[in-house]
């Protein structure tokens, strides 16, 4: 956890920007057009951006595993400064999309965990996504970097406090297990030294086997867990369920994929943080 908070906090030190590109077209209003396929990008691309950029989610509340592209969709794509998809197994269709200016998120270096789409959902990987769609975003309006850093080293900041507020905490609780739903959280237990436990896998693809439920209320008994993690933007019925076998109660968790609550990025990131806290230490 050191080594996070060191990382995140020495990262303008490092932040090595390009300015070699170009915006692919003019347009009326002179901000770059960016064209998302989930909340988490939306959010995470006006948050890099400013008021120099327009972001538009193609998605738009859908649920991004299973969101299937319009031609109209393709079009929006294609005549955009940047597009931006997360990668990693969430958004496949995109993969295949011939845009001019094209980012898969999540995809940096050796930071995925195999198979995990929901890199964002962590300190760490929220902080890695932002500075690849900075890098980009300078790329193509290398005039405006210093407004561009400016709003990275902001969120860096942020999550930077985040990780110091929360890191004690974590390493205070006496249980280091939770229990979700579906499997979202493997980043932020990660980053925080925890172990995620989950009735689906990180796709929430299939019903559980009543075999994999009782073995799981099983453990939840043994070891005291007292609250479900439930997806906000998602059926609490498997979570539901698990906790009723167990004696448990349901708290909610955002997954950012959809947009939830009229809450932002940074706020829904601590909601997330407070209540895997919360439930840690609920006896």
């Known amino acids: ?6 990382t995140v906090l020495a990262a303008s030190a490092i932040f090595a920007l390009a300015a070699c590109g170009v915006k692919t077209q003019e347009t009326d209003d002179g901000k770059l057009h960016i064209v998302v396929t989930t909340d988490a990008l939306y959010e995470l691309a006006n948050i890099a951006g400013g008021d120099r950029v327009s972001v538009v989610n193609i998605a738009n509340g859908a649920e991004p595993h299973d969101f299937e592209p319009k031609p109209k969709d393709i079009e929006a794509i294609q005549e955009a400064d940047l597009f931006i998809y997360n990668g990693l197994g969430i958004d496949v269709w995109a993969e295949g999309v011939d845009a001019p200016n094209s980012l898969a998120a999540a995809e940096i270096g050796d930071n995925a965990i195999d198979g995990d789409p929901h890199m964002w959902l962590s300190p760490s990987g929220a902080f890695l996504m932002i500075e690849s769609i900075s890098e980009m975003l300078v790329e193509l309006e290398p005039e405006s970097k210093d407004y561009f850093v400016e709003k990275f080293a902001a969120f ?3 999550m930077a406090e985040l990780v110091t507020e929360f890191t004690p905490k974590f390493d205070a609780a006496t249980r280091k297990t939770f229990v979700t739903g579906h499997a ?7 980053d925080f030294g925890l172990e995620q436990k989950s009735v689906e ?11 994999q439920l009782a073995e799981l209320a099983e453990y939840c008994n043994a070891n005291g867990i007292k609250i479900i993690l439930a997806e906000e ?11 009723r076998e167990c004696g448990a109660g ?16 940074v706020d829904r990131m601590r909601n997330n ?5 919360e439930a840690l230490s609920t006896t």
Do not use: H, Q
């Open 1 to 6: 956890m050191k080594k996070l908070i060191a």
């Open 156 to 158: 860096m900041a942020e």
């Open 184 to 190: 979202a959280l493997g980043y932020l237990a990660r």
């Open 201 to 211: 896998d990180v796709f929430a693809s299939g019903e559980p086997t009543a075999k």
């Open 233 to 243: 933007a998602a059926s609490k019925a498997v979570s539901e369920t698990l906790a």
């Open 250 to 265: 349901i708290s909610t968790i955002y997954t950012m994929e959809r947009a939830e609550d009229g809450l932002g990025f």
């Open 273 to 277: 943080l407070e209540t895997v806290l």
